[in-house]
């Protein structure tokens, strides 16, 4: 159709991809926030995977939240797990056989709270848009906008730590962090002193203490930070 997306619609898309193994253990799906009428309401992602032997197996990803800047935690990006499995097979009459099962070794969502620490120097706060990526050893976030903090209005200024929660599939071990910004608004200039996860088990701290701006240190706008 023409108007994708629209409220009560189902939208069937064909996509030829690289091998992703035998299962699918999560998707990650947003938009990104633009046009008239963005706010999306999603119910669930069905992906249907064609096997040998006329068989086919469907991954149900049960959603049934907002991707609004205005609605929900206003996140617009999500992590979904499937929570069952369709499979699908003619037998050798020509009888169509369905077989429904409950996934029980699925991954487990997540919530990590992501703590960041501005340094303390003069016009060390950014008016720019933030980025964020956490890796660990079972998969990583994807990257997210850290939008709206928990703690300050205005975000990232001087000697300021703002909270941000992130929503995923189990990271397992954490051992690296990106950060960037896009050098958008009238200050883009940001020291960065530390970023801290915090999950159920531990905190990881990732140390910083230098500038993401073109005009200092040496001009990046994009660090990559170890756990120490």
């Known amino acids: 159709r023409k108007g994708k997306f629209e409220t009560g619609s189902v939208d069937t898309f064909v996509k030829e991809l690289e091998d992703v193994g035998d299962h699918i253990e999560k998707i990650r799906i947003g938009h990104d926030n633009s046009g008239f009428g963005a706010a999306w309401h999603l119910d669930r992602v069905e992906i249907r995977r064609l096997l040998k032997g006329e068989k086919t197996k469907t991954y149900i990803f049960p959603c049934d939240r907002w991707f609004a800047k205005n609605e929900d935690d206003r996140q617009i990006v999500r992590e979904l797990v499937p929570d069952k499995v369709i499979e699908e097979k ?17 991954l487990e969502m997540k919530q990590y709270t992501l703590d960041i620490y501005t340094g303390d120097k003069f ?47 189990d990271l397992g071990n954490i051992y690296k962090l990106k950060i960037r910004h896009n050098n958008k ?27 993401l701006a073109k005009g200092k240190g040496d001009s990046k706008l994009e660090r990559t930070l170890y756990e120490k």
């Open 185 to 211: 608004g009238l200050s883009p200039d940001w020291l960065l002193d530390r970023a801290e996860v915090i999950d159920d088990i531990r905190t990881y701290v990732f140390h910083c203490e230098q500038w």
């Open 123 to 169: 016009g060390c706060g950014t008016n720019a848009d933030v980025f964020c990526t956490i890796y660990g050893d079972k998969g990583d976030t994807g990257e997210r906008e850290l939008s709206r903090s928990e703690t300050h209005r205005d975000k990232f200024e001087r000697k300021q730590m703002d909270r941000f929660k992130i929503e995923s599939a």
């Open 90 to 106: 003619l037998d050798k009459s020509g009888n169509l056989q369905v077989k429904e099962k409950e996934i029980a070794d699925r």
